[in-house]
């Protein structure tokens, strides 16, 4: 899985509390995305970094925040957890410019109830 | 409409048939198309990689795009049971997008015995 972690693996949380998803790479990659995955929608991005304090938005980014304050750990976080939010996240790390191979992490299920 | 299509399946195939996935995009800016593998439970990992028109083949796995019908496909030969997996098309839009990719919805595959 090129060395990425990504904890909780399962998660159930409460309708409008915080959550926070991490995912922590070993491989010194540059570039870290967020997304998420539902049924009739594959992966969509959420969030991404392409180096430390520096974000950007995906295709779904309202309701979510990120944090990235090393290299190796790229942060999700649901400020107001909403059944929408309801999927499987993955973390995914590319190294460089161009590399279009991205590695994805084993996913988060996260349930709101 | 969606940017990317893919048919969902399920698609349920003999072990050995020839298999035929096809997703059909509308941005003509895509450059680079990518086919992942997903496991059950799994994130999904990067099996094939071309770029622009033309056709790539690794072994039994055969990946065409056609920029002028916006219409890539995956051809699987002498499929195997462990081929069963959802495969999801995946595209970007230049040589720096790295792993910020549009994803179709994913064709669930079943090999049988």
């Known amino acids: 899985d090129a060395g990425i972690t990504q904890s909780p693996r399962h998660k159930v949380t409460e309708t409008g509390t915080p959550v926070t998803l991490r995912c922590h790479q070993t491989?010194?990659?540059?570039?870290m995305y967020w997304y998420r995955q539902d049924p009739g929608h594959g992966l969509r991005l959420i969030h991404y970094?392409?180096?430390?304090?520096?974000?950007d938005k995906g295709e779904v980014s309202d309701g979510y925040s990120v944090s990235r304050s090393k290299t190796e750990d790229f942060l999700l976080t649901l400020e107001s957890a909403t059944s929408s939010q309801t999927s499987v996240y993955f973390c995914?790390?590319?190294?460089?410019?161009?590399?279009?191979?991205?590695?994805f992490g084993q996913g988060t299920r996260l349930t709101v109830v | 409409q969606k940017e990317v299509e893919q048919d969902p399946g399920p698609l349920s195939v003999p072990e050995g048939a020839i298999v035929s996935l096809n997703c059909t995009y509308s941005?003509?800016?895509?450059?680079?198309f990518m086919w992942y593998r997903q496991y059950s439970r799994k994130g999904p990992e990067l099996l094939m990689y071309?770029?622009?028109?033309g056709n790539k083949e690794d072994g039994r796995f055969t990946a065409q795009v056609d920029k002028s019908s916006k219409y890539i496909s995956l051809f699987i030969r002498d499929s195997q049971p462990s081929d069963s997996a959802t495969y999801l098309c995946?595209?970007?839009?230049?040589?720096?997008?790295?792993?910020?990719?549009?994803f179709g919805q994913g064709t669930e595959l079943s090999v049988k015995p």
């Open positions: 995914a790390i590319s190294d460089r410019d161009g590399n279009t191979e991205a590695f």
């Open positions: 491989e010194n990659h540059r570039y």
């Open positions: 995946a595209m970007s839009l230049t040589y720096n997008q790295g792993g910020k990719l549009i």
């Open positions: 071309t770029y622009s028109s």
């Open positions: 970094s392409y180096g430390v304090k520096d974000t």
């Open positions: 941005n003509s800016a895509f450059q680079y």
